[in-house]
């Protein structure tokens, strides 16, 4: 049984930059590219294994015709999303459903929950995380009014932070942040605001009546979405979060790490730094998944990676 490497799928976006390209070394990636979604099976994005027995395979078809690479789980479709964001501008102010409220509004089985690891930020940062509203009438009043400053809360990050966006929670990346983030294979997106930029001369369109209805209030998020990732075990796997649509760890490999393979599937990132799992060789930016039932694997090097599975 192979582990397998992705080709991943790159996104040039508006407010995308070229690290993913200077840094990533991501082939095809240029000056704009946002986005690197190394681990999908996104019908925008669906990413082809690189290596092995599939090669070439895209991870849709590899979920629909060999279930039990991935423990015979029975979601519909493959149900995780990773991905690399480099944002050089602003995104726009953003709110994700869930899962009750696409399966009602939306032509997709997911909704979105999604988490940040944070690999890098300008000094002093903030992430736009959560809402001032008091209520449903004050919230679409601040819309409405344009009182964005009014509305939204900043909560100040550093690198290396983790962040869990729970739907509802109203969210905004800034310029100078790169992320790797986790989420459910969705990428139904309401835009708040967009700051009034414009894109081909116009302004994005805004999505009003699905954020007052899907947004949280009162919010809820507060500084419980963090989790600092400072003075963790090296040499081991962290957990950062388990919640019902994934579980999350970090693992810095200084020397070596043993991992018995007990889920369902387990995926990984490389953030930094290079070395092994098993005979494979890693570096950074390689996106992968090991199989069920793969057995015991021993990780060896110098790197940062995030691994998750459901
Ligand atoms: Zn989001």
Same mark, same amino acid.
């Given at each position: 049984m @192979?582990i397998l490497?992705?080709? $991943?799928?790159l996104?040039?976006?508006?407010?995308?930059?070229?690290?993913?390209?200077d840094?990533?070394h991501y082939?095809?990636?240029?000056?704009?590219?946002?986005?690197?979604?190394?681990?999908s099976?996104?019908k925008?994005?669906? !990413?082809?294994?690189k290596?092995?027995?599939?090669?070439?395979?895209?991870l849709s078809?590899?979920?629909?015709?060999?279930?039990?690479?991935?423990?015979?789980?029975?979601?519909?479709?493959?149900?995780?999303?990773?991905k690399?964001?480099?944002?050089?501008?602003?995104?726009?102010?953003?709110?994700?459903p @869930?899962d009750?409220?696409?399966?009602?509004?939306?032509d997709? $089985?997911?909704g979105?929950?999604?988490?940040w690891?944070?690999?890098?930020c300008?000094?002093?940062?903030?992430l736009?995380?959560g809402h001032?509203?008091?209520?449903?009438q004050?919230?679409?009043?601040?819309?409405?009014?344009?009182r964005?400053?009014?509305?939204i *809360?900043q909560?100040?990050?550093?690198?290396?932070?983790f962040?869990?966006?729970? $739907?509802?929670t109203?969210?905004?990346?800034?310029? !100078?942040f790169t992320?790797?983030?986790?989420?459910?294979?969705?990428?139904?997106?309401?835009?708040?605001?967009?700051?009034?930029?414009?894109?081909?001369? /116009?302004?994005r $369109?805004?999505?009003?009546?699905?954020?007052?209805d899907?947004?949280?209030?009162?919010?809820?998020?507060g500084?419980?979405?963090?989790?600092?990732t400072?003075g963790? /075990?090296?040499?081991?796997m962290?957990?950062?979060?388990?919640?019902?649509?994934y579980?999350?760890?970090k693992?810095?490999?200084?020397?070596?790490?043993?991992?018995?393979?007990?889920y369902p599937f387990?995926l990984?990132?490389?953030?930094d730094?290079?070395?092994r799992?098993n005979?494979?060789?890693l *570096?950074?930016?390689?996106?992968?998944m090991i199989?069920?039932?793969?057995g015991?694997v021993?990780?060896?090097?110098?790197?940062?990676?995030?691994?998750?599975?459901?």
């Amino acid at each position: 049984m @192979d582990i397998l490497f992705f080709d $991943p799928c790159l996104k040039d976006v508006v407010w995308g930059g070229n690290k993913l390209r200077d840094e990533f070394h991501y082939e095809g990636a240029g000056d704009s590219t946002g986005e690197c979604w190394g681990i999908s099976a996104h019908k925008n994005g669906d !990413g082809k294994i690189k290596n092995g027995t599939y090669s070439g395979m895209t991870l849709s078809a590899l979920y629909r015709d060999h279930r039990e690479l991935f423990g015979n789980i029975t979601a519909e479709e493959f149900p995780l999303l990773v991905k690399i964001i480099d944002a050089k501008a602003d995104l726009s102010i953003q709110v994700h459903p @869930d899962d009750a409220y696409v399966k009602e509004h939306e032509d997709c $089985p997911f909704g979105k929950t999604e988490c940040w690891y944070i690999m890098d930020c300008p000094e002093n940062a903030t992430l736009v995380i959560g809402h001032h509203a008091k209520t449903r009438q004050e919230l679409a009043d601040m819309i409405h009014e344009d009182r964005y400053e009014e509305l939204i *809360k900043q909560l100040p990050v550093k690198k290396g932070d983790f962040i869990q966006i729970v $739907p509802g929670t109203v969210h905004a990346i800034k310029g !100078g942040f790169t992320i790797l983030e986790t989420q459910q294979s969705s990428d139904i997106t309401y835009r708040v605001y967009d700051y009034k930029r414009l894109v081909d001369g /116009k302004e994005r $369109p805004l999505h009003v009546k699905q954020s007052i209805d899907v947004i949280t209030v009162p919010d809820e998020s507060g500084e419980k979405a963090l989790v600092s990732t400072e003075g963790m /075990k090296k040499d081991a796997m962290n957990l950062l979060i388990a919640c019902e649509f994934y579980k999350v760890w970090k693992m810095e490999v200084e020397t070596s790490v043993n991992v018995e393979q007990k889920y369902p599937f387990l995926l990984g990132s490389v953030l930094d730094g290079c070395g092994r799992v098993n005979e494979y060789e890693l *570096k950074k930016g390689d996106h992968f998944m090991i199989p069920s039932d793969y057995g015991n694997v021993k990780f060896e090097g110098n790197m940062e990676l995030i691994l998750s599975t459901v």
